[in-house]
T-cell receptor
């Protein structure tokens, strides 16, 4: 089985722009979670989607949003980018909602200039 | 509020030695405690996990020790190898809720 894939792998944006990241979960997995990883804060939970519905949300501003499609693929969007949004954005998939066994993708490295 | 505290932040161990990473949690409702291993340029990968009904779980050279009364759990890597050099994260969750991660430990195994 193919693992979790994320595109693009690298992105460079400027402040004020918006960005959309994509995640394809492992085939058959219906839950997708997004995390932000930074050296100072570690892995911070952004949100989880299951059956096209946001099931759980972390403590991030409304500029961070996401969605899930009927094929379980997910996208996250960050609007009005700030320098502090520079991070590795990780997507993880699991079979069911809140699945404790999560499989992570390689991440998208976002740099905001 | 950080619910899972991990230490040390970095660790250097000689090849063949034992690497020990510790985590402490606050939320007594946590009932699942996984450890993840992350290599540079890769996403975290599940290494080993434990539930509070057992005090120890071993998989190859990796062992989780769990102390429910102290609300602590630790990862032991026996016979540490250079290929074990990576960043390790502990995590915890309750029921089917989200994982809360520790801040990570960068492990370096030297020859």
């Amino acid at each position: 089985k193919a693992g979790v894939t994320q595109t693009p792998r690298y992105l460079i944006k400027t402040r004020g722009q918006q960005v959309t990241l994509s995640c394809s979960p492992i085939s058959g997995h219906r839950s997708v979670s997004w995390y932000q990883q930074t050296p100072g804060q570690g892995l911070q939970f952004l949100f989880e989607y299951f059956s096209e519905t946001q099931r759980n949300k972390g403590n991030f501003p409304g500029r961070f949003s996401g969605r899930q499609f009927s094929n379980s693929r997910s996208e996250m969007n960050v609007s009005t980018l700030e320098l502090g949004d520079s991070a590795l954005y990780l997507c993880a998939s699991s079979l069911e909602a809140g699945g404790v066994t999560q499989y992570f993708g390689p991440g998208t490295r976002l740099t905001v200039l | 509020q950080q619910q899972v505290k991990q230490s040390p932040q970095s660790l250097i161990v000689q090849k063949g030695g034992i690497s020990i990473i510790n985590c402490a949690y606050e939320n007594t409702a946590f009932d699942y405690f996984p450890w993840y291993q992350q290599f540079p340029g890769k996403g975290p990968a599940l290494l080993i996990a434990i539930r509070p009904d057992v005090s120890e779980k071993k998989e190859g050279r990796f062992t989780i020790s769990f102390n429910k009364s102290a609300k602590q759990f630790s990862l032991h890597i026996m016979d540490s190898q250079p290929g074990d050099s990576a960043t390790y994260f502990c995590a915890a969750s309750s029921g089917n809720e989200k994982l809360t991660f520790g801040t990570g430990t960068r492990l370096t195994i030297i020859p």
